[in-house]
T-cell receptor, first 115, second 116 residues
Framework: DARVTQTPRHKVTEMGQEVTMRCQPILGHNTVFWYRQTMMQGLELLAYFRNRAPLDDSGMPKDRFSAEMPDATLATLKIQPSEPRDSAVYFC?????????????FGPGTRLLVL | QQQVKQSPQSLIVQKGGISIINCAYENTAFDYFPWYQQFPGKGPALLIAIRPDVSEKKEGRFTISFNKSAKQFSLHIMDSQPGDSATYFCAASPLYTRTSYGKLTFGQGTILTVHP
């Protein structure tokens, strides 16, 4: 049963600290998405990778957020420095992202609380 | 123009009843319309999806109705069950091209509660 995995599942940190979230996409999927979910804003797309290349990070605050794919099995989202307004659930999703195979498979999320 | 507006925000239905969630969009370039279901503490999961070349798609108790001229689509859950209690998101994405990637725009979500 192929699944997207995310670590950590929960993270509590203090303002100003660095936060790194990790995602392992489903083997064989060539696209990875990072989303942020809050009650106020709903699901927001932060970044998108295809074949490990970042194609769209327009939804990501550039001054403190960064996203990378060091290899095909690992995607990372980093916040430095973190702020209380970053508190949210961060989802990673992967897929084949082509006509006829548009389904995005979401991981269980990382619940982040910045104090 | 990229927005997808979803209503209602919350919905309470009795077991066996019909749940209806509506979405409206403005971008005529949208070509793919999925519905995602999210249970507490879990990530969203694809429930059912439709393309604008058909007006209805049914999978079990779940049906999408699509009105291209009105730019609206809706999810109908027949014989609603307590296990259907979850948050439902509609979404839309444009046609895939060599330069676009079908970015999904999500609605705000509907919290469905089905009472036994």
């Amino acid at each position: 049963d192929a699944r997207v995995t995310q670590t950590p599942r929960h993270k509590v940190t203090e303002m100003g600290q660095e936060v790194t979230m990790r995602c392992q996409p489903i083997l064989g999927h060539n696209t990875v998405f990072w989303y942020r979910q809050t009650m106020m804003q709903g699901l927001e797309l932060l970044a998108y990778f295809r074949n490990r290349a970042p194609l769209d990070d327009s939804g990501m605050p550039k001054d403190r957020f960064s996203a990378e794919m060091p290899d095909a099995t690992l995607a990372t989202l980093k916040i430095q420095p973190s702020e209380p307004r970053d508190s949210a659930v961060y989802f990673c999703a992967s897929g084949l992202n082509r006509q006829g195979s548009e389904t995005q498979y979401f991981g269980p999320g990382t619940r982040l609380l910045v104090l | 123009q990229q927005q997808v507006k979803q209503s209602p925000q919350s919905l309470i239905v009795q077991k066996g009843g019909i749940s209806i969630i509506n979405c409206a969009y403005e971008n005529t370039a949208f070509d793919y319309f999925p519905w995602y279901q999210q249970f507490p503490g879990k990530g969203p999961a694809l429930l059912i999806a439709i393309r604008p070349d058909v007006s209805e798609k049914k999978e079990g108790r779940f049906t999408i109705s699509f009105n291209k001229s009105a730019k609206q689509f809706s999810l109908h859950i027949m014989d609603s069950q307590p296990g259907d209690s979850a948050t439902y998101f509609c979404a839309a994405s444009p046609l895939y091209t060599r330069t676009s990637y079908g970015k999904l725009t999500f609605g705000q979500g509907t919290i469905l509660t089905v009472h036994p």
